[in-house]
């Protein structure tokens, strides 16, 4: 067999895409409700998924009744960092062409659900015009760069506003494509190739965050490239701690796929920044695995090939050398309700489940996030952990704010620990890939999970509590205490425990397909295991002390 053959399907409609122009231009015209398969892969470059909504609807006769494709369409936001007038434009998209529903991403970027193909074209010139895009949001390319929140307005902090903007721009594909198609303009680098990116883009999706050192609200260790800056003289960033190989997904069953904590490669001087992180993206653009999506994450290239090597061919790349110095320790403190700013202003950390911004009948979330953003001007940073801080508010300002969310009753308050950073995914009925719910049996599980919780006083240390509707790992179920895991049809689940409140490793499973009723009194056993034996270590790190046959016999 050739080695083209081998390729797998997306690499042949990447490279036969015209620079990722695909038919999508002719499509728009056809009259149909959907795109054709080659081109919905194309469509995740331009940052949208094609869905169908998945919850089951029967006619008079008993059949299942066939529903209309959907889009999804992701932003790119990097840091999630919004201005008043950009909230608001989003805001009023989801309810002009979406469900009216808004949802927070893992990787502070926004998701508009429903969105009807005919309607997409008018969606992103709304979000071009107040400088945003979706563009490369999805697909085998640089994604959203996450970045360090900063309600406390920190100036080393907001050092980094400027470097994920410059990393998220450096790594924005050049093709023309997507004005072309969105926006109108006329096609002029039809044959050019990408100068990072090449013909066939990368093997797969590359992630990258950046933070300062200590703070890891970013989850750096789950990024495919890592990059935590450190403060020399005048108080200015004068180098990197540079992470590489990070990911999540796996599938089940298959051993060969697993998620997978990044490395630390050595710290970098500050202009090594753009040179660096080429070298790690170019490296995965060619040494990749283009044959095998389940396999082709960087991270299966740094666990195949050996950290070492990969040093060296970033050191060759880059003609940066790594310099080993000794990283400080993580911390995450909590952004949550009222923070004073530096400047004096106050932000507010609002907590909302699973980033899901909508207004239902007894509270009209959406409705009073807008009016107080809207009425106060207010800026505002999505937090990969699915929450909004609100951000400029004048002190005489708070009590109005509180007010107002009291008259729609609504709390910006966590209900506890166990949901500060708790997150989970979409899931059903959007998400294709989807095996079990996730989101909307959140709160259910939580509350149960809660009354354990309570059961044996637990609260001051609640564990950091995720969960998916499949493997892939989206709310980074593998690098919480307790990750809840999608595994198979009809609501069962994997249990995935030992990952830390840092977020500096992923934890393993040990349990299989548990049904979602019988999670609580599972975690109930090994929580009373954890207050009798060692109750002065947090959750994560108690079960990763334990000899495996206890683990084992816990879960039996
Ligand atoms: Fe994800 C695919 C939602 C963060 C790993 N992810 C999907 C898709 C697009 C499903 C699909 O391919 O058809 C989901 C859309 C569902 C829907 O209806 O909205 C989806 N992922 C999400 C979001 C919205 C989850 C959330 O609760 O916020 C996050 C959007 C982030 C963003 O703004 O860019 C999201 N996805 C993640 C993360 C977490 C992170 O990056 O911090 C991961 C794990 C880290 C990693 O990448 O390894 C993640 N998503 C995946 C994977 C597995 C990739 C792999 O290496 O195997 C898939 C499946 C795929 O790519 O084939 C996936
Ligand atoms: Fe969909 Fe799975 Fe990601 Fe959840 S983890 S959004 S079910 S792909």
Known sequence: MSEEKELSKVEHIKANSNHLRGTILEELQNGNDHFCEDNVQILKFHGMYQQKDRDRQKDANGKDIEKPYTLMLRGRIPGGRLSTKQY???????????NGSLRLTTRQSIQLHYLKKENIPKVIQEIYQINLSSMGACGDVVRNVTQAINPWKKKELSLLDEVSSLLSDHFKYKSNAYIEVWLGEEQINKDLDDPIYGKTYLPRKFKIGVTLVGYNHIDIYTNDLGLAATIGEGNQIDGYFVFAGGGLGMTHNKPETFPRAADLLGWIPKKGLIPVAEAVVTAHRDFG??????HARLKYVLAEKGVDWFIEEVEKRSGYRFIPKELPVWNTPSYLGW???EDGTWSLGFHTLAGRIQNTKDKPLKKALRDIIEKFQLSVQITPDQDLILMDIQ???????ENILSSYNIDFKSPSKLYDRALACPALPTCGLALTESERFFPSLLEQVQKVIDKHNLNEKAPILRMTGCPNGCARPYSAEIGIVGQQVGGKYAIFLGGNKEGTRV????????????????????????????????FGDYIKSLP?????????
Not at 88 to 98: C, F, P, Q, S, T
Request: aromatic share 10%; glycine share 2%; charged share 35%.
């Open 88 to 98: 608001i434009v989003w805001d009023d998209l989801a309810e002009k062409y979406g």
């Open 289 to 294: 695995d283009r044959t095998n999506r389940k």
């Open 339 to 341: 923070l004073k700013a």
């Open 395 to 401: 002190n005489s300002n708070k009590q109005e704010i």
């Open 507 to 538: 934890g393993f499973q040990v349990a299989s397909k548990v049904p979602i009723s019988q999670i609580p009194e599972l975690l109930e056993k090994v929580f009373i295991s954890w207050k009798q034996e060692n109750f002065e270590l947090d």
């Open 548 to 556: 495996q046959e206890k683990l084992k016999a816990l879960f039996e």
